[in-house]
């Protein structure tokens, strides 16, 4: 036989489980007493707040947003100032014919001594 569960019933059933709860809320207060750490809770809310949650005024976060803005702001500029690519360095006629010489040069010690080793 199916019994219907009516919103009496089910009232009546959370105020009992409420009950049930602050009973064994304050067992475990009393235990955490005996061990020495006070009141602390794990996940329980605390009855009562230690104190009130301060409110800014909006002229308070303007000036903050302000403040934050001007800040970002020199940070920005100073990363475009460091930003500023270097001029590509170029390779003067005199310099890439000094390279080319000193090349051909190694090269040419090179093949003498492979031919040295092939001679001997």
């Known amino acids: 036989m199916p019994t219907k569960l009516t919103t009496e019933v089910l009232n009546a059933a959370i105020e009992g489980l409420e009950i049930q709860k602050t009973r064994i809320n304050a067992q475990i207060a009393e235990i955490r ?34 403040a934050q803005r001007k800040r970002w702001a020199e940070t920005r500029k100073k990363q475009t100032v460091a930003a500023a690519p270097k001029p590509k360095r170029r390779l003067s006629a005199a310099g890439r014919r000094a390279i080319i010489a000193a090349a051909k040069k190694r090269w040419a010690t090179k093949r003498a001594e492979a031919a040295k080793q092939a001679g001997a």
């Open 33 to 66: 007493g005996m061990l020495g750490r006070g009141s602390q809770s794990s996940g329980a809310p605390s009855p009562s707040p230690l104190r009130k949650r301060r409110k800014m005024s909006k002229a308070g976060r303007a000036a903050i947003a302000a």
